[in-house]
Every structure is written in structure tokens, then in C-alpha cells.
T-cell receptor, first 115, second 114 residues
């Protein structure tokens, strides 16, 4: 497809379970970003990838959160032992090159609800 | 600590009139500012940006103004159209970090009525 895709679009899970969220960036985009938007909040930066490496993980809220990117393409955000406060929309974005302003293209997001 | 603030959660404007959306920031290291537009069930889409070396940037009906001394920026939409109804997010970044980690405001929901 032409844009950033994310799956699943919606996920309901029980507290304590692990979840995996997937992001397929635009083909050829080397930079990939994860954000989340909690209810009533702005988008919060989580992690950034340049290629397969993550030079900035400063936004990950706890060690229950991890992310990886393989082949310079698909990325997976994993949340272990989910908590109710993890409920949010998780957004992925990609851009053509590092530090290229204004050109982060966002996917539609994964809506996560932890019961 | 909210570094980027959009104090108006919503704004209603009539078609053809001007829409003015405001944004304030606290971090003086920010040197690049962007506006994103978001429709329901879609990701944000880039609208317009401005570098800190400028005080105005215009693109069609959209103009962004930056007042660095006041740490304030605004987005003007003239004339407003019903299709502009969406949530608008202000975002800021420090390009000196070498990548664009965006810090977002909480958004302003714009409703343009016919």
C-alpha cells in the first residue's frame, strides 16, 4: 500500500496479558517512530528507529514496553503484562530520512483497551 | 509537564470566516514547529510547518505565525470550509537532536459549519 499501515486496528486484552502491535512503514522510509495518544492527551513520543537501530528509547514508559525493527522495515511494539493505564491509541509514523522535518507520515493507529 | 499547550479544546467557526488556532510552548530549545490535522479513525496528516528563523509561513488558505519572544504560534485558516472540520495538533521539535522527535499539544477540535 501507499501509506503506513498498522495492525490490529483494535485490540482488547485483559490486564496482565502481553500484546504485540505491528507497523508497516512506507517502503523506502528509513526512519520509524512510535507514539501513543491517551484519552484527552496529545501524542506522546515513545521510540524512534533509524534503520534497525533505536537511538532514542527515552519515551518508553516502563521496561514492560519494548520495540524492534527488522530488515529496516516492519516494526513491532510489545507491551508485556499490560496494565489499564496502557489503554491508548498507538500510532506509528515513518519518514524518508533522518531529521527530515515535516514529513512524518502516520498510520491510522491501533486502539488498545486493557480491561 | 506539558511542553506544548493548546488551551482551547474546541473552536466553532462559520464557513467562509477565519479560523485561528493557538499554541504555546515552554521549551526554548524548540526550533521547528508543525501543525497536523486529524480526522476520526485516521492518523494525523502534516499540514504546515515553520522554522524558528521565520515568523510567518503561508500555504494556500493556511498561514502559521510564530512569535518566539512569546513562545506562541497560531494557525490561520482563511476562508474556513466544512471539510476543515477536524482535530488540529500543534507539534514542536528540536532539530539539533538530528531527528524529529515531535512533542505534541493536546489538540483543538475545529468545527466549521455551513
Amino acid at each position: 500500500g501507499a501509506g503506513v499501515s498498522q495492525s490490529p486496528s483494535n485490540k482488547v486484552t485483559e490486564k496482565g496479558k502481553d500484546v504485540e502491535l505491528r507497523c508497516d512503514p512506507i517502503s523506502g522510509h528509513t526512519a520509524l517512530y512510535w507514539y501513543r495518544q491517551s484519552l484527552g492527551q496529545g501524542l506522546e513520543f515513545l521510540i524512534y528507529f533509524q534503520g534497525n537501530s533505536a537511538p532514542d528509547k527515552s519515551g518508553l514508559p516502563s521496561d514492560r514496553f519494548s520495540a524492534e525493527r527488522t530488515g529496516g522495515s516492519v516494526s513491532t511494539l510489545t507491551i508485556q503484562r499490560t496494565q489499564q493505564e496502557d489503554s491508548a491509541v498507538y500510532l506509528c509514523a515513518s519518514s524518508l530520512k533522518r531529521g527530515d522535518p515535516g514529513t512524518q507520515y502516520f498510520g491510522p493507529g491501533t486502539r488498545l483497551l486493557v480491561l | 509537564d506539558q511542553q506544548v499547550k493548546q488551551n482551547s479544546p474546541s473552536l466553532s467557526v462559520q464557513e467562509g470566516r477565519i479560523s485561528i488556532l493557538n499554541c504555546d510552548y515552554t521549551n526554548s530549545m524548540f526550533d521547528y514547529f508543525l501543525w497536523y490535522k486529524k480526522y476520526p479513525a485516521e492518523g494525523p496528516t502534516f499540514l504546515i510547518s515553520i522554522s524558528s528563523i521565520k515568523d510567518k509561513n503561508e500555504d494556500g488558505r493556511f498561514t502559521v505565525f510564530l512569535n518566539k519572544s512569546a513562545k506562541h504560534l497560531s494557525l490561520h485558516i482563511v476562508p474556513s470550509q466544512p471539510g476543515d472540520s477536524a482535530v488540529y495538533f500543534c507539534a514542536a521539535s528540536d532539530l539539533k537532536t538530528g531527528f524529529q522527535k515531535l512533542v505534541f499539544g493536546t489538540g483543538t477540535r475545529l468545527l466549521v459549519s455551513p
